[in-house]
């Protein structure tokens, strides 16, 4: 049984900078395929970035590409998003999410089958 627990959430300015965590309990953590999400008001839940279960490969949407950084730390059973040139587009629920068993990449989010409750990322401008 794998629990996501995110943090790090909060109000930025644009052009400042977060960094999330998601914690998680259970023994598969290094096994699972992890990704992070996020949902604004009134839009569809998308795909931020995504790694492997070893940290060696990842996904980033085009929207973040060049500004976040996903990373994990298997040791510690924690997965990190790096967030850098926030801006008030990036204003989100942002969602951590574990698929077990997997340690390929995975970006379908109805493959994931574990998910945190969620953190807060506001950009004001």
């Known amino acids: 049984q794998v629990e996501l627990v995110e943090s790090g959430g909060g109000l930025v300015q644009a052009g400042g900078s977060l960094t999330l965590s998601c914690g998680a309990s259970?023994?598969?953590?290094?096994?699972?395929?992890m990704a992070w999400f996020r949902q604004a008001p009134g839009k569809e839940r998308e795909i931020v970035s995504a790694?492997?279960?070893?940290?060696?490969?990842?996904f980033y949407s085009t929207v973040v590409r060049g500004r976040f950084t996903i990373s994990r730390d298997n040791a510690k059973n924690t997965m990190y998003l790096q967030m850098n040139s926030l801006k008030p587009e990036d204003t989100a629920r942002y969602y951590c999410a574990a698929r077990r068993s997997q340690e390929q990449i995975e970006i379908r989010s109805w493959a994931f089958d574990v998910w945190g409750q969620g953190t807060q990322v506001t950009v004001s401008s």
């Open positions: 790694i492997n279960g070893d940290g060696s490969s990842y």
């Open positions: 259970g023994r598969t953590f290094s096994s699972s395929a």
